[in-house]
């Protein structure tokens, strides 16, 4: 099956940094990446839909400058934590979606444990 | 507003014992539904997903699921459950007029040896 990967897979930061998340496909193009965030006992959160060359989507209460999403490549999309703060403590997770479409299926990265001090 | 429920927060089980997760949705349009699972410290992965036809769908490692419309549900079944199988497993559905996927809020299973 598709494989997706995400760096680093636990950071640790003070409070005021940025931290930046790698997600990539590894064996295939991904037109579409998704980011999701999982509070502990929690179902994934969609933040945002991010489409090779264009601008991300973000969900409603997502605030867009301080979650930045970069999808440069079919490969390879990243995601900033700006100025994070204790709250924005969390499990991110991005998919890779094969073709963007209504007919493709998203796969997983094992997901990035986040802990701001 | 689309949302999905799963029933079950918590399900213990011994081995060889049937099993069956619910999950309803909501949502007035045609869907696509999934069901992913994630074992410990590993990442989701997919177990089956159905988008049209047999509402009967065969998946990975025994299990299956039912699409009923009439009742928007799409629960998950395995006849009979291994110590493996303990995880924690994820509903999804997607209305094909919009691609975010929703989840439901997990069901971990435990299997007792």
């Known amino acids: 099956g598709a494989v997706v990967s995400q760096h680093p897979s636990r950071v640790i930061c003070k409070s005021g940094t940025s931290v930046k998340i790698e997600c990539r496909s590894l064996d295939f193009q991904a037109t579409t990446m998704f980011w999701y965030r999982q509070f502990p006992k929690q179902s994934l959160m969609l933040m945002a839909t991010s489409n090779e060359g264009s601008k991300a989507t973000y969900e409603q209460g997502v605030e867009k400058d301080k979650f930045l999403i970069n999808h440069a490549s079919l490969t390879l999309s990243t995601l900033t934590v700006t100025s994070a703060h204790p709250e924005d403590s969390s499990f991110y997770i991005c998919?890779?979606?094969?073709?963007?479409?209504?007919?493709?299926?998203?796969?997983f990265g094992p997901g990035t444990r986040l802990t701001v001090l | 507003a689309q949302s999905v429920s799963q029933h079950n927060h918590h399900v213990i089980l011994s081995e060889a014992a049937s099993l069956e997760l619910g999950c309803n949705y909501s949502?007035?349009?045609?869907?696509?539904l999934f069901w992913y699972v994630q074992y410990p410290g590993q990442h989701l992965q997919l177990l089956l997903k159905?988008?049209?036809?047999?509402?009967l769908v065969k998946g990975i490692k025994g299990f299956e699921a039912e699409f009923i419309k009439s009742k928007f549900s799409f629960n998950l079944r395995k006849p009979s459950v291994q110590w493996s199988d303990t995880a924690e497993y994820f509903c999804?559905?997607?209305?094909?007029?919009?691609?975010?996927?929703?989840f439901g809020q997990g069901t971990i299973l435990t299997v007792h040896p």
């Open positions: 999804a559905f997607r209305g094909t007029s919009y691609g975010k996927l929703t």
């Open positions: 949502y007035g349009g045609t869907v696509n």
């Open positions: 998919s890779a979606s094969l073709a963007g479409g209504h007919t493709d299926t998203q796969y």
């Open positions: 159905y988008f049209s036809g047999d509402p």
